[in-house]
C-alpha cells in the first residue's frame, strides 16, 4: 500500500461510516414520528376514555409530552405525525422490527390492515411507489413532511422516485415541488431529456445536512446553538456580547438567539432577537456569512411581519429588522410599514 493509497482508504471509510450513521439516527427519529402517528390513530379509534378528550385531544398530548421533555410535539406536528402514518401506513413491515415499542395491546400490523382499504378507496394507493425499504433508506423524515403534504397520489410517488434517484436535499425537494416540476414533467415531449435537465442542476443531501436537521438535532436532544449554520459569525458576536450591544447603541436589550416562529405550518429561526426600551420595539438580526442578496432582505421582512402580527405588545412601535453582511460594511434596516 502507497501512502496516497493509505489517505484515499481512511477517506473512503470515514466517508461510508459517516453517512451510514446519519441514515441511522434519521431512520430511528422517522420510525419514531411513524409510531407517534400510529398511537394517537389508535387512540383515536379505541381510546376507552377518548370521548373525555374530545376536539382537546391534541392539546392535551402535547402538553403531556411537553411535561414530560420531548421536543415537536405540538398540536401542529402531533397532525403531521398522524398523517404520516396514514399516508405511508406500508411502513409498518419495515418499521416495526426496528424500534423496540412498548408492547400494548393492537400492534400496528393489525390496524394497518383497517387503514389500508380506507385509502384505497380514494387514490392514496393507486399510483405505483417505490419499495418501503428503499424509501426509508433514502428520505429524512423532513422529506416525508413535506410529501404528506401532496394529496395526490401519483405526483407524490413521482416526487418520492426523482428525490431519491437525485439524492435531493429537502431544499431541493421544496424547490421542485414549488416549481410545479411534476406538471411540467406531465406537458413533456420529452420526459427522459426533462429529467436528466434537473437532475444535473440538484443539490444533494449530505451527512451535515441530516444532522442539521432541526428534527434530528431536537431528536437528540441538541438545542438550536449546537447546530451549525451562521454560526462563526453569530458566535463570534455573542462571545462578545456586550460589546457589540455597546457598538448599537443604548437601549438593546437581549432576548433571544435562534428564536423559533412558525409560519405555513414551517419553522424558520430568527438569528438575534432584542427589544429597545427607547424605541420600544422589537430588532431582529439576521446574520449572513455572504454577500448581500435580495432574497436575504426579503427574508428578513417576512421576520419582521411575523414580528408585527404575533409579537407585538400594545404600546409597542413596529419592529425593525437589521441584515448583516461579511462582506459589506453597510447595514441595511427595513421599517414595516
Known amino acids: 500500500m502507497k501512502f496516497k493509497d493509505l489517505i484515499k482508504n481512511i477517506l473512503a471509510v470515514h466517508g461510508r461510516l459517516s453517512q451510514k450513521a446519519a441514515k441511522s439516527v434519521d431512520m430511528m427519529l422517522t420510525a419514531r414520528n411513524w409510531f407517534i402517528g400510529f398511537y394517537i390513530e389508535k387512540y383515536e379509534r379505541h381510546g376507552q376514555d377518548r370521548a373525555r378528550y374530545g376536539e382537546k385531544l391534541m392539546d392535551q398530548i402535547s402538553k403531556e409530552l411537553t411535561a414530560g421533555g420531548m421536543d415537536r410535539c405540538d398540536r401542529r406536528e402531533l397532525y403531521r405525525y398522524r398523517n404520516f402514518f396514514l399516508t405511508y401506513p406500508r411502513f409498518v413491515e ?77 431544499r431541493e425537494l421544496k424547490r421542485q415541488i414549488g416549481t410545479l416540476y411534476f406538471e411540467r414533467s406531465s406537458l413533456s415531449k420529452n420526459k427522459k431529456k426533462l429529467s436528466r435537465l434537473v ?34 459569525l453569530e458566535d463570534a458576536l455573542l462571545d462578545k456580547l456586550q460589546d457589540f450591544l455597546l457598538e448599537l447603541g443604548k437601549g438593546f436589550c437581549f432576548e433571544s438567539r435562534q428564536k423559533r416562529i412558525v409560519m405555513g405550518g414551517e419553522y424558520y429561526f430568527v438569528d438575534l432577537v432584542f427589544y429597545h426600551r427607547i424605541l420600544k420595539c422589537h430588532v431582529l438580526l439576521e446574520l449572513k456569512a455572504d454577500h448581500f442578496k435580495h432574497e436575504h432582505l426579503g427574508q428578513l421582512n417576512t421576520y419582521v411581519s411575523w414580528f408585527k402580527k404575533n409579537e407585538m405588545n400594545p404600546g409597542d412601535n413596529p419592529p425593525l429588522g437589521i441584515l448583516l453582511c461579511t462582506d459589506d460594511v453597510r447595514m441595511i434596516a427595513e421599517r414595516t410599514a
Do not use: C
Request: cysteine-free; hydrophobic content about 35%.
Open 94 to 170: 419495515t418499521l416495526s422490527p426496528l424500534s423496540d415499542v412498548p408492547k400494548l395491546p393492537g400492534r400496528p400490523g393489525s390496524i394497518v390492515e383497517t387503514v389500508s382499504p380506507q385509502l384505497a378507496k380514494g387514490k392514496s394507493l393507486s399510483a405505483p411507489s417505490l419499495p418501503a425499504q428503499k424509501l426509508l433508506q433514502s428520505l429524512s423524515f423532513s422529506h416525508f413532511a413535506e410529501l404528506i403534504e401532496i394529496r395526490d397520489s401519483l405526483k407524490r410517488a413521482f416526487y418520492e422516485l426523482e428525490a431519491v434517484k437525485g439524492n435531493w436535499s429537502v
Open 199 to 232: 437532475q444535473s442542476k440538484t443539490e444533494s443531501i449530505t451527512p451535515a445536512q441530516i444532522i442539521r436537521d432541526p428534527y434530528v438535532f431536537e431528536f437528540l436532544g441538541m438545542k438550536p446553538k449546537e447546530v451549525p449554520g451562521e454560526s462563526h
